[in-house]
């Protein structure tokens, strides 16, 4: 069945380092990728999407490229802020389905 | 335009009681889905909800099951609860305009707690 893989956490940075989280997918066909960040105490957010082969997706700084080859979609930051402290997680869905498939989840912790 | 609403946002249950949760999706959204986040389990979907119909079930046993009124608001229910029932239970609405993904917006979620 469809898996999402990203690396554990936590993952601790000083602010205006630079992040990255790795994720990998495994899913048959063409699926959509995403990058949800949820913050203490609240709902899943969407951060952003890509959904075909060689798609970046970016918000807020954050950039991820959809990498079929490797299938793979890592979370890039240039320069994290202490506001960014929260948990990541990647997703897929395929098709219509309206089901998000999703990683376990990094917690991103940045100290001033 | 105001978000999805899940209610109540903490409860408290004991082993084999039952409980309702509550979903008010976004205006004119008609999908609602249901997910499951546990520590050890984390996120898993449980199912979705279209036009009033279950359009897609993840794998749960029956004890979890849920509605879709007219209005698209949603309810789900878990009967004779369980400790490992303990979680927090989100809820997603999109809008469904056509048979691709649709973005889904999620609420705040609702803590239970089972003693």
């Known amino acids: 069945g469809d898996s999402v893989t990203q690396m554990e956490g936590p993952v601790t940075l000083s602010e205006e380092a630079f992040l990255t989280i790795n994720c990998t997918y495994t899913a048959t066909g063409y699926p959509s990728l995403f990058w949800y960040v949820q913050y203490p105490g609240e709902g899943l957010q969407l951060l952003l999407k890509a959904t075909k082969a060689d798609d970046k997706g970016s918000n807020k700084g954050f950039e991820a490229t959809y990498r079929k080859e490797t299938t793979s979609f890592h979370l890039e930051k240039g320069s994290v802020q202490v506001s960014d402290s929260a948990v990541y997680f990647c997703?897929?869905?395929?098709?219509?389905?309206?089901?998000?498939?999703f990683g376990t989840g990094t917690r991103l912790l940045v100290s001033p | 335009k105001a978000g999805v609403t899940q209610t109540p946002r903490y409860l408290i249950k004991t082993r084999g009681q039952q409980v309702t949760l509550s979903c008010s999706p976004i205006?004119?959204?008609?999908?609602v889905s249901w997910y499951q986040q546990t520590p050890g389990q984390g996120l898993q979907f449980l199912f979705e909800y279209f036009s009033e119909t279950q359009r897609n079930k993840g794998n749960f046993p029956g004890r979890f099951s849920g509605r879709q009124f007219s209005n698209s608001r949603s309810e789900m229910n878990v009967s004779t609860l369980e400790l490992g029932d303990s979680a927090l239970y989100l809820c997603a609405s999109s809008y469904d305009r056509d048979q691709s993904y649709n973005e889904q917006f999620f609420g705040p979620g609702t803590r239970l707690t089972v003693l």
């Open positions: 205006s004119g959204h008609r999908s």
């Open positions: 997703a897929l869905a395929r098709g219509s389905f309206q089901k998000l498939v």
